[in-house]
Nanobody, 127 residues
Framework: QVQLVESGGGLVQAGGSLRLSCATS????????MGWFRQTPGKEREFVAA????????YYADSVLGRFTIFRDNAGNTVFLQMNSLRPEDTARYFC????????????????????WGQGTQVTVSS
């Protein structure tokens, strides 16, 4: 079973950047499709970005398209979310998620598909 640990969150001014990391441990995450989600208190969990186990293709929510980039390292065991041009509405707790995928090119935007989740990292964007 893969375990996920997020890091890289923090406080940043609007227009700034952050890079979130999702480190995997346990068995190799090479066979896992990965995703990032975010949630604010009182709101539904929101899909942010997803990436196939091969590293491409990737898919983004409209709200972050062109500003965020999801990618994974060569070994496939760390997944990153580069966030640029941050806005106050990006403030949320960000969660990394993974699911084993038979397909090397599939990515998943529905949270219910994922069976492994990290504890999250808080991102706060000030105006």
């Amino acid at each position: 079973q893969v375990q996920l640990v997020e890091s890289g969150g923090g406080l940043v001014q609007a227009g700034g950047s952050l890079r979130l990391s999702c480190a995997t441990s346990g068995i190799s995450a090479n066979g896992y499709a990965m995703g990032w989600f975010r949630q604010t208190p009182g709101k539904e969990r929101e899909f942010v970005a997803a990436i196939s186990r091969r590293g491409f293709p990737a898919y983004y929510a409209d709200s972050v398209l062109g500003r965020f980039t999801i990618f994974r390292d060569n070994a496939g065991n760390t997944v990153f979310l580069q966030m640029n041009s941050l806005r106050p509405e990006d403030t949320a707790r960000y969660f990394c998620a993974g699911t084993h995928s038979e397909s090397s090119t599939a990515y998943y935007t529905e949270g219910d598909v994922y069976n492994t989740w990290g504890q999250g990292t808080q991102v706060t964007v000030s105006s």
